[in-house]
């Protein structure tokens, strides 16, 4: 059989995976704090920069720069969105040090963010803010931030190893410590080993195991499965925050699930069901400018009472703010519905919550180390700083944030250190196998599992849940598992073989979506972007805990920890008094 | 899509040697439908070994560029519709950039041309520096916005016929980023920008035939900003010669 015989072994000093927000920061604040000497690789799944998901943020960035506003407000909103929930230190350190991170992409990054009149940022407030806070380049923040990083990175002495997919982390033999991380070079196929004294696992969460969903396609929570599979907790599995406004599209285009803005909302957009009434006012006092959890749910319990569009969804209606104005006020996303054959200013479009952001993560402290040696995490892949929901604008504050972070740290950690770390060889065994597996086995579709999948954890641990349900989805992931080991891939030709890696992208869904439903099992109240049915109530604040769950061998296990309400308890504020509830001007 | 047309008759280039090997599919056709469902559709369904590249779906990264009925098209915002109307497509790696395999072509050249073009920020400030107000109407700052929103998809670089005959040309894209950051008031690096704009590959092989404008998705205008460096390089390049 024409498998990798032998496999590449390449060594290098700091190795990050993963080039979005958190990796490419990482790569420029370790150049900057590493000894000289020191070599730095960076390597993802795609392409520098074009991969991952900081590239389609499409609102902006977080951060507190006066006017009233200030660090403490920013951290209250965000223990707050978080339902109480976040580790708060973390919290903490993403609102303070956003006020240097933006300055940083300012003046040293270069990037343009949009102006007042008076030459000042400009700040504008999503919902659950309590002041106009987030910086931005027009609605595609995301493409100014992550081009300009990637262009920086491009033109320094970073080792670049493109189209490489981790597919396991290698401890010693003693599981002290991270010895490398083995990849394939998806361009040739063949196994490759890169040791390193200190790696960065900044790969991006990536719900993509539901059947609607926004991320880029790359994204299939492979850095949670090998966190898992080396034996790290990881937290807050069961937060899946949904963005109500998918475009639905049917099951056979890419282009379901992908994101129509909030702004759409905010500016009056009307939600209208298959009858084309209007209906989130009987879910919510505040109707389509809810948040986005609340929405999520009416429109799911529209759906379930199948007052549907033709695709299952429902529409979202515009031109009632005259289709020229809506023209010129959102000219990106009408043309990109216009492109798709949906006309947003002016007809209806179909829309169905979809999966969003993975508030879940390995469990790392405030400078992103975790409970193994050499290993650290940040981005969308640590879990902590947002707790039960992330606010709109602290996505790519909390990856830039905490990427640099991560430099920092392995640059001064690494002095430290001595010699690279030899390799388990059983694990490193084990992870060849595992990816060997589907070469063994008589070639089959993997598709249609991805699709039952997706099918079952949209059903059964989508928007609402309930023990039964839940407990159902424990049974059908299962049943997938097992039968994805038998779908085959044809051995022959393993260069840039991408149905190799949709089975691997498969074999890493199932993983988490087992994590997730195990979790969401746990969480017996509702927080945040998790709702329980069966227990509708957000439970005791000051008894407050988040879900850990663990692997040991092929046994997953969950616990409840205690939330440590480092700074601020339930109830209390660090406002000085007589602080406004809010900042912003009623809409 | 009349009933006639419930299949679509799809062409695809094969392996790693350009223009020597294509493959044709029926895939079905549906309402809607992007050439980037159509490729996914032969690699999930009928062909598990086609290899292509995408990533955001959503015409953000560039990712899935390639050349649809001879056209340099981002595949994703491509609707079948609108270049299929007979029914029938051709599928190619993006032209001017060397082949991996099948539909996905290997992007480092464009991007060691950003680089060499000096495409990146040269930093006057540091972190510790206090945010600069920028006028938003100063005339610089409206060049530079121009084209700042260029997100590196290489859909000019395939369409550039200069490109084709000169494999050193820099290509408009990293000239038009050249251009933009020549513009932005907060750039320290106009000398080492117009040195690499001006050189043997630089914006003087540009014969203004205007097909990056054209095909630029996101109607951005690279051979406005090319023109505008020939204008700043020809005018150093006289003061120089004052100073000599």
Same mark, same amino acid.
């Given at each position: 059989m024409a498998t990798p015989t032998e496999i590449d072994r390449h060594d290098t000093d700091i190795l990050i995976i993963g080039t979005g927000g958190a990796g490419l920061f990482a790569a420029l604040h370790a150049q900057q704090s590493a000894p000289p000497g020191t070599r730095i690789t960076i390597a993802v799944k795609g392409l520098i920069g074009k991969c991952g998901c900081t590239r389609m943020v499409q609102g902006g960035y977080n951060v507190a720069l006066g006017g009233g506003d200030t660090v403490e407000r920013h951290f209250m909103d965000t223990i707050r969105g978080g339902k109480w929930l976040p580790n708060q230190d973390m919290a903490w350190k993403l609102c303070e040090q956003a006020v240097v991170r933006i300055r940083e992409l300012e003046n040293e990054i270069g990037c343009f963010f949009d102006r007042n009149p008076d030459g000042s940022l400009h700040q504008k407030a999503f919902a *659950?803010? +309590?002041?106009?806070r987030t910086v931005h380049k027009g609605d595609l923040t995301g493409i100014e931030i992550i081009s300009r990083l990637m262009e920086q990175v491009l033109s320094r002495p970073v080792e670049k190893l493109q189209e490489h997919r981790a597919i396991g982390l290698i401890p010693t033999a003693d599981k002290s410590a991270l010895a490398g991380v083995l990849f394939i070079d998806m361009r040739t196929g063949r196994f490759r080993l890169v040791r390193a004294k200190t790696v960065l696992m900044a790969t991006g969460g990536g719900p993509?195991?539901?059947?609607y969903n926004t991320p880029s396609?790359?994204?299939?929570?492979d850095g949670l499965a090998m966190a898992l599979r080396a034996g790290l907790p990881l937290r807050d599995m069961e937060m899946v925050q949904f963005h109500p406004t998918g475009l639905l599209? #049917?099951?056979?285009?890419?282009?379901?699930? +992908?994101v129509l803005e909030e702004g759409l909302r905010g500016a009056g957009g009307q939600l209208l069901n298959g009858a084309q009434n209007r209906f989130m006012f009987d879910y919510d006092p505040?109707?389509?400018?809810?948040?986005r959890d609340v929405v999520s749910r009416g429109i799911y319990a529209e759906m379930r009472k199948n007052? +549907?569009?033709?695709? #299952?969804g429902v529409f979202i209606s515009m031109?009632?703010?005259g289709p020229d104005n809506v023209r010129a006020k959102f000219p990106g996303m009408v043309k990109r519905c216009a492109d798709s054959g949906f006309d947003l200013a002016a007809g209806l479009v179909e829309v169905v919550p979809t999966a969003h952001?993975?508030?879940?993560?390995v469990v790392v402290d405030p400078d992103t180390r975790?409970?193994?040696? *050499?290993l650290y995490v940040a981005g969308?892949?640590? #879990?902590?700083?947002?707790?039960?929901n992330r606010l709109g604008g602290n996505g790519v504050a909390n990856s830039t944030v905490y990427g640099g972070v991560a430099g920092d740290t392995m640059g001064a950690d690494i002095r430290k250190m001595g010699a690279l770390r030899d390799p388990c060889p059983t694990a490193l065994q084990a992870e060849i196998g595992r990816a060997l597996h589907p070469l063994t086995r008589k070639p089959d579709l993997v598709q249609p599992l991805r699709h039952d999948l997706q099918e079952a954890m949209w059903e059964d641990v989508g928007v609402l849940r309930t023990e039964a349900g839940l407990t159902r989805a424990q049974t059908r992931v299962a049943d997938i598992s097992t039968a994805l080991m038998d779908v085959g891939v044809a051995p022959?030709?393993?260069?840039?073989n991408l149905t190799w890696h949709d089975w691997l992208n498969l074999r890493s869904l199932c993983d988490i979506s087992q994590a997730i439903a195990l979790a969401g099992l746990e969480r017996e109240n509702s927080r945040g972007a998790h709702y329980r049915e069966d227990f509708p109530d957000e439970g005791d604040l000051d008894a407050s805990y988040f879900t850990v769950v663990t692997q040991t061998g092929d046994a997953l296990a969950v616990r409840r920890d205690p939330v440590d309400f480092s700074i601020v308890r339930p109830?209390?504020?660090?406002? @000085?008094?007589?602080? @406004?509830?809010?900042l912003v001007a009623a809409q | 899509m009349t009933a006639a047309q419930e299949t679509l008759d799809v062409t695809v280039h094969r392996g790693t040697?350009?223009?020597a090997c294509y493959d044709s599919f029926q895939v079905p056709a549906h309402e809607s439908q992007t050439v980037l469902d159509v490729v996914s559709w032969i690699q999930q369904? /009928?062909?598990?070994?086609l290899s292509y590249r995408f990533a955001c779906? !959503?015409? &953000?990264?560039?990712?899935? /560029?390639m050349m649809v009925n001879g056209t340099p098209r981002w595949t994703c915002r491509t609707h079948v519709k609108k270049v299929a109307a007979d029914g029938k497509l051709m599928i190619e790696p993006l032209r001017n950039l060397p082949v991996?395999?099948?539909? /996905? /072509?290997?992007m480092d050249p464009f991007f060691d041309k950003w680089t060499a073009a000096q495409g990146q920020h040269h930093p006057?400030?540091?972190?510790?520096d206090p945010i600069e107000p920028i006028d938003p109407g100063d005339p610089l700052r409206v060049e530079a916005d121009l084209? !700042?929103?260029?997100?590196?998809?290489a859909i000019c670089y395939a369409a550039c016929d200069t490109v084709a005959g000169n494999p050193d040309y820099l290509g408009p894209a990293a000239l038009q980023r050249a251009w933009t950051l020549l513009n932005d008031?907060?750039?320290?690096g106009r000398g080492a920008i117009l040195d690499a704009v001006s050189g043997?590959?630089?914006?003087?092989?540009?014969?203004? &035939?205007?097909s990056c404008t054209q095909y630029c998705p996101n109607e951005l205008n690279p051979m406005r900003a090319i023109a505008g460096l020939k204008r700043e390089t020809a005018k150093s390049f006289f003061k120089g010669k004052r100073n000599a």
């Open positions: *659950g803010q +309590t002041a106009d993509t195991m539901y059947k396609g790359d994204k299939t929570m599209a #049917g099951d056979h285009t890419r282009m379901t699930g +992908t505040k109707g389509e400018r809810a948040t007052n +549907t569009s033709e695709n #299952g031109a009632h703010l952001y993975f508030m879940g993560g975790t409970a193994l040696e *050499g969308e892949d640590a #879990g902590g700083a947002h707790g039960s022959d030709t393993l260069a840039f109830g209390e504020t660090i406002l @000085p008094d007589g602080e @406004p509830e809010t | 040697t350009r223009g369904f /009928a062909d598990p070994t779906r !959503v015409g &953000m990264c560039g990712s899935c /560029a991996i395999k099948d539909l /996905a /072509a290997d006057s400030q540091t972190r510790h084209g !700042v929103e260029c997100i590196n998809c008031s907060r750039d320290d043997t590959g630089g914006c003087h092989n540009c014969h203004s &035939m205007g």
